[in-house]
């Protein structure tokens, strides 16, 4: 519990700096890193030489320094490929590595997975609510005409295009994805 509470906060420091400024600052995201390492580090070593008395390391959120350092190279190279084909921003592959380095591979991913489905959804109301659902499905549908005639995908204007890229907040979402992975908010029956 210890180590969600730390990761949670850090993500709530993420996500006010990407609400704010559209940014995730390496002030958050590095010392999370380590932190995490460390923290599972400290519970390997606890385990190992069997001196963790009371609760079980898995209660403390401990999952150990090698699924926490798979976690972290994961998380961080799945949304490094996203950086370089995506335009994703350095901050959230620095954010889901941190979030790997946390939870490890299986949590890691998952989160990382709601993590982008709750971002899309939030861009998709963003987009709504900045347009408008009538224009965005009248643009749509003019789109989907010129394709169709052409025979062939249409490029978007500049200006449609800046109009119709809302900014997308991934840690926020972060956030709300560890609570439902975590606390197994949704999940299997």
Not at 23 to 45: D, E, H, Q, R, V
Request: glycine share 12%; with cysteine.
């Amino acid at each position: 519990m210890v180590v969600t509470v730390l990761l949670l906060t850090l993500l709530a420091v993420a996500a006010a700096t990407d609400i704010s400024r559209h940014k995730i600052y390496n002030w958050t995201t590095y010392p999370g890193m380590l932190a995490a390492l460390g923290l599972n580090g400290l519970g390997s070593l606890l385990a190992r030489f069997d001196l963790a008395d009371g609760p079980s390391l898995e209660s403390l959120g401990w999952i150990g320094v090698v699924p926490s350092l798979v976690g972290l190279l994961v998380c961080g190279f799945v949304l490094l490929v996203c950086y370089v084909l995506l335009r994703v921003g350095g901050g959230d592959v620095k954010l889901m590595a941190m979030l790997g380095a946390f939870l490890g591979p299986e949590k890691g991913v998952e989160a990382m997975l709601w993590t982008f489905v709750l971002g899309g959804c939030m861009a998709v109301i963003l987009l709504i609510w900045r347009v408008g659902p009538w224009p965005l499905l009248v643009r749509f549908a003019r789109h989907a005409l010129r394709s169709l005639r052409l025979g062939r995908p249409s490029p978007l204007s500049e200006e449609d295009r800046a109009e119709l890229q809302p900014p997308l907040f991934l840690a926020p979402s972060a956030m709300v994805a560890v609570v439902i992975v975590r606390f197994g908010l949704i999940g299997p029956g």
